[in-house]
């Protein structure tokens, strides 16, 4: 029998690298579309671009979000092949709100179906009458004394109220107001311009809104933090009587609220969220990174626009990133950052966002319930 020549050999050997090409190429196939599968129906990552769930989730957090705690779903699809369980109160959720089907928001369920909810205005200063209670003596930076002369405007609180079934008494969440040293430290880092104290602000006003952190309390046992500061009026997504006699939730329906309560968008606006719609719970913060960009985007706005330079002191007066550095590590692009094609979000992350980030050592692998 004859041996192969040097062309058969060559072919064969074209021919088997074409094989292991083909094989390599279907194997990643399949491997992407496993872990992509996996993200969209086991366990996702997401960021967090905004501060509508301060001081929670700040922006810049990464979490993972358990897409199986409620529903398995075939994957790419919304179709649910079984129901798991259902959200409890308190839990934050991720699910497509209504009317925005290409985004998904992060909340926290304060609502549950057949439930009477009511939201209204409460001064800070008279939130513990709705106790039966004394004003704390805590460290607060407003006064709740109205004739002082000193006085200074106290935050106005969304009070959330409920009836279980729609029977029995109203409960609430009692929200307990938190020091405020503790708050600062909390809201100092969060890179959002709408939670700094107003003596932080460019333009000081003593008498200005002041964030103040509440502590809600669930039923289970559980707590959360919420930021208060003034109070604007649910629209009527809800129903009219939201702030008197209060509205039933619909079976399959839930509230959901974000915890920075004047900074969000969520079910006071946009209406009840749909069982079917929400995709999966916050679990965990895996890592958090303060790159600044709000605070960097409102400086921008406010004094690199100006033909005439900024002044030493221009700026936000915040404690490891002062007006100098903010002159340094901010530019125009940040505040074009809302429609910058990718090279420039390349350039303005290499030259200006790594340089100025900070990384929020203690928030990772926080666990939330």
């Given at each position: 029998?004859?041996?192969?020549?040097p062309?058969?050999?060559?072919?064969?050997?074209?021919?088997?690298?074409?094989?292991?090409?083909?094989?390599f190429?279907?194997?990643m196939?399949?491997?992407?579309?496993?872990?992509?599968?996996?993200?969209?129906?086991?366990?996702?990552?997401n960021?967090?671009?905004?501060?509508?769930?301060?001081?929670?989730?700040?922006?810049?957090?990464?979490?993972?979000?358990?897409?199986?705690?409620?529903?398995l779903?075939?994957?790419?699809?919304?179709?649910?092949?079984?129901?798991?369980?259902?959200?409890?109160?308190?839990?934050?959720?991720?699910?497509?709100?209504?009317?925005?089907?290409?985004?998904?928001?992060?909340?926290?369920?304060?609502?549950?179906?057949?439930?009477?909810?009511?939201?209204?205005?409460?001064?800070?200063?008279?939130?513990?009458?709705?106790?039966?209670?004394?004003?704390?003596?805590?460290p607060?930076?407003?006064?709740?004394?109205?004739?002082?002369?000193?006085?200074r405007?106290?935050?106005?609180?969304?009070?959330?109220?409920?009836?279980?079934?729609?029977?029995?008494?109203?409960?609430?969440?009692?929200?307990?107001?938190?020091?405020?040293?503790?708050?600062?430290?909390?809201?100092?880092?969060?890179?959002?311009?709408?939670?700094?104290?107003?003596?932080?602000?460019?333009?000081?006003?003593?008498?200005?809104?002041?964030?103040?952190?509440?502590?809600?309390?669930?039923?289970?046992?559980?707590?959360?933090?919420?930021?208060?500061?003034?109070?604007?009026?649910?629209?009527?997504?809800?129903?009219?009587?939201?702030?008197?006699?209060?509205?039933?939730i619909?079976?399959?329906?839930?509230?959901?609220?974000?915890?920075?309560?004047?900074?969000?968008?969520?079910?006071?606006?946009?209406?009840?969220?749909?069982?079917?719609?929400?995709?999966?719970?916050?679990?965990?913060?895996?890592?958090?990174?303060?790159?600044?960009?709000?605070?960097?985007?409102?400086?921008?706005?406010?004094?690199?626009?100006?033909?005439v330079?900024?002044?030493?002191?221009?700026g936000?007066?915040?404690?490891?990133?002062?007006?100098?550095?903010?002159?340094?590590?901010?530019?125009?692009?940040?505040?074009?950052?809302d429609?910058?094609?990718i090279?420039?979000?390349?350039?303005?992350?290499?030259?200006y966002?790594?340089?100025?980030?900070?990384?929020?050592?203690?928030?990772?692998?926080?666990?939330?319930?």
């Amino acid at each position: 029998m004859l041996s192969p020549g040097p062309a058969e050999e060559r072919k064969d050997s074209v021919k088997s690298r074409g094989e292991s090409a083909t094989s390599f190429a279907v194997s990643m196939a399949v491997l992407v579309f496993f872990v992509f599968a996996f993200k969209q129906s086991v366990l996702d990552a997401n960021n967090i671009p905004s501060g509508s769930m301060i001081p929670t989730l700040k922006i810049g957090d990464y979490l993972f979000v358990n897409k199986m705690r409620y529903s398995l779903r075939i994957p790419f699809t919304e179709v649910e092949l079984i129901r798991i369980d259902d959200p409890a109160r308190g839990d934050i959720i991720t699910f497509i709100p209504p009317g925005d089907p290409g985004k998904n928001y992060v909340k926290r369920v304060m609502g549950m179906p057949g439930d009477r909810i009511r939201i209204r205005s409460v001064p800070a200063c008279d939130l513990y009458k709705a106790y039966g209670e004394t004003l704390p003596n805590v460290p607060r930076e407003f006064s709740c004394d109205r004739k002082s002369p000193s006085y200074r405007y106290e935050p106005q609180l969304a009070f959330v109220e409920y009836k279980e079934g729609d029977s029995g008494e109203w409960k609430n969440y009692h929200p307990t107001e938190l020091g405020s040293e503790e708050a600062r430290k909390l809201l100092l880092d969060s890179d959002n311009v709408g939670v700094l104290p107003p003596e932080l602000l460019p333009n000081f006003d003593w008498r200005g809104r002041m964030p103040v952190a509440f502590r809600e309390n669930l039923p289970s046992g559980g707590t959360h933090l919420t930021i208060e500061s003034s109070y604007t009026s649910p629209n009527d997504s809800l129903c009219e009587d939201i702030e008197t006699t209060g509205c039933v939730i619909p079976p399959n329906q839930y509230l959901a609220m974000g915890d920075n309560r004047d900074d969000s968008r969520d079910s006071r606006y946009i209406g009840y969220i749909a069982r079917e719609k929400i995709l999966g719970k916050v679990v965990i913060i895996y890592f958090s990174i303060n790159w600044k960009d709000d605070i960097c985007k409102e400086f921008a706005r406010d004094f690199l626009r100006s033909s005439v330079p900024p002044a030493l002191d221009d700026g936000y007066k915040i404690p490891g990133f002062p007006p100098e550095k903010q002159r340094r590590r901010c530019s125009l692009l940040d505040e074009q950052a809302d429609s910058e094609s990718i090279i420039d979000y390349l350039r303005r992350t290499v030259v200006y966002r790594i340089p100025r980030m900070d990384v929020r050592w203690t928030r990772i692998a926080n666990l939330l319930k």
